[in-house]
T-cell receptor, first 112, second 115 residues
Framework: GEDVEQSLFLSVREGDSSVINCTYT??????LYWYKQEPGAGLQLLTY?????DMKQDQRLTVLLNKKDKHLSLRIADTQTGDSAIYFC????????????FGQGTELSVKP | DAGVIQSPRHEVTEMGQEVTLRCKPI?????LFWYRQTMMRGLELLIY????????DSGMPEDRFSAKMPNASFSTLKIQPSEPRDSAVYFC?????????????FGPGTRLTVT
């Protein structure tokens, strides 16, 4: 079955880089996503990567995908206090229609 | 675009009452998802629809929960009767199936408190 795992907490200093990790089990994943949830809000799509890519960069965000190890990471450069939030990774497998499998979320705390 | 719209944003009700949560997906999207989020259980998929047809309702907790999608622009999630353990934030999300990247767009959620 499908499963997506993330560590629950990460704490960094403002200005440092943050790396949030995610592992998944389904090798037929086609797309993988990163979402951000701020307190009291819904999940906001940050970025996604297609499974035939190994890296995608978007401003301060870098997504790395190691398909062999089924490992996904999100790097946030120059982390700011406004980046404090819960970050979810999610996968779409090939046989699930539009359904996404979400991890349990990583709470990022950025200290000044 | 206004994004996914949910109403009400907050609902406080007493145990045993019927609760109806509403969702308007993004115009043109053909898939709609209902999620529940709690501290204990995280984000859970309750049910999803493709082209207004329920595809997978295996996440619906029990018969007290029901969901409908009478047309492409409206869906409801009903809890009858409500119980305190139903207290959670309920999210609706929509996506475009067949659109290529399948990303889901979430509404702001309805915070439900059952006393």
């Amino acid at each position: 079955g499908e499963d997506v795992e993330q560590s629950l907490f990460l704490s960094v200093r403002e200005g440092d880089s943050s790396v949030i990790n995610c592992t998944y089990t389904d090798s037929s994943s086609t797309y993988l996503y990163w979402y951000k949830q701020e307190p009291g809000a819904g999940l906001q799509l940050l970025t996604y990567i297609f499974s035939n890519m190994d890296m995608k960069q978007d401003q301060r965000l870098t997504v790395l995908l190691n398909k062999k190890d089924k490992h996904l990471s999100l790097r946030i450069a120059d982390t700011q206090t406004g980046d404090s939030a819960i970050y979810f990774c999610a996968e779409r497998t090939g046989n699930q229609g539009g359904k996404l499998i979400f991890g349990q979320g990583t709470e990022l705390s950025v200290k000044p | 675009d206004a994004g996914v719209i949910q109403s009400p944003r907050h609902e406080v009700t007493e145990m045993g009452q019927e609760v109806t949560l509403r969702c308007k997906p993004i115009s043109g999207h053909n898939s709609l998802f209902w999620y529940r989020q709690t501290m204990m259980r995280g984000l859970e998929l309750l049910i999803y629809f493709n082209n207004n047809v329920p595809i997978d309702d295996s996440g619906m907790p029990e018969d007290r929960f029901s969901a409908k999608m009478p047309n492409a622009s409206f869906s409801t999630l009903k809890i009858q009767p409500s119980e305190p353990r139903d207290s959670a934030v309920y999210f609706c999300a929509s996506s475009l199936l067949g659109g290529g990247t399948y990303e889901q767009y979430f509404g702001p959620g309805t915070r439900l408190t059952v006393t």
